[in-house]
């Protein structure tokens, strides 16, 4: 194929440059922030998609945010562009901070004992982390799975107690800030696109100004060398 790459990228590289893309976060932020301002659309509709993308990445439904931001864009007659990209306001650097806001907030709901929470590992503890209960949590998805092709039986418990402790607190916890981040996203994100959209606006008229008259010009100088 044309366009393939001739040199495979490693399994190794690639997770590295998810974790921390070539030219660090800072670039890649900005080349987000630059092809949301350039969406051929009106900027309530690109800031209904990033209201999407956004509150997206306060559900604890990873893997699938994609689907669940275009979902939400759909639904919200949003940008569904705009809500895909969004979805990375959740990245490596934010996730903990996400996280522990939405779990905290879950538990405090809820009404459960926020002290079982660990972000990371204390000395002489034995409570799993977050982060351990969803890698545990998928490795239990995959051991069902197999279960299902091979004489393996298929064990349920330690996803119920993930599921109590851990994805239904995120879920019901990140509905709150995730609807105040989306919304402050969206208002910063309307007069910005909007100023953007008019500036381009008037940079290209000016273009094309100047290649009429540059045009115009060229007509009437071979009009009089031709008199």
Same mark, same amino acid.
């Given at each position: ?58 559900? +604890? ?52 004992? +926020? ?61 709150? +800030? ?12 309307? +007069? ?36």
């Amino acid at each position: 194929m044309v366009f393939k790459r001739r040199d495979r990228k490693p399994i190794l590289r690639a997770a590295l440059e998810f974790l921390w893309p070539r030219g660090g976060w800072a670039r890649a932020f900005h080349y987000v922030r630059h092809r949301l301002r350039r969406l051929p659309d009106s900027p309530e509709r690109i800031a209904r998609g990033i209201w999407a993308g956004v509150f997206t990445t306060f559900t +604890p439904f990873y893997g699938v945010h994609f689907v669940v931001a275009g979902i939400l864009a759909v639904i919200m007659r949003g940008n569904i562009f705009a809500a895909l990209l969004s979805t990375f306001f959740g990245n490596p650097l934010t996730y903990i901070p996400i996280i522990a806001t939405s779990m905290f907030t879950g538990y405090w709901m809820l009404g459960l004992d +926020p002290s079982r929470l660990r972000f990371r590992p204390h000395q002489g503890d034995d409570e799993p982390t977050v982060g351990e209960r969803f890698a545990d949590a998928a490795s239990a998805l995959w051991h069902n799975f197999k279960a299902l092709f091979t004489p393996d039986r298929a064990d349920w418990s330690s996803l119920r107690v993930f599921y109590d402790e851990v994805f239904f607190p995120f879920m019901i916890g990140g509905i709150l +800030p995730g609807i105040v981040a989306a919304t402050i996203a969206y208002y910063l994100s309307v +007069p910005l696109i909007r100023a953007y959209q008019h500036r381009r606006k008037g940079t290209i008229k000016a273009k094309f100004e100047a290649l009429k008259a540059k045009a115009a010009a060229k007509a009437a100088d071979i009009t009089q060398k031709s008199d």
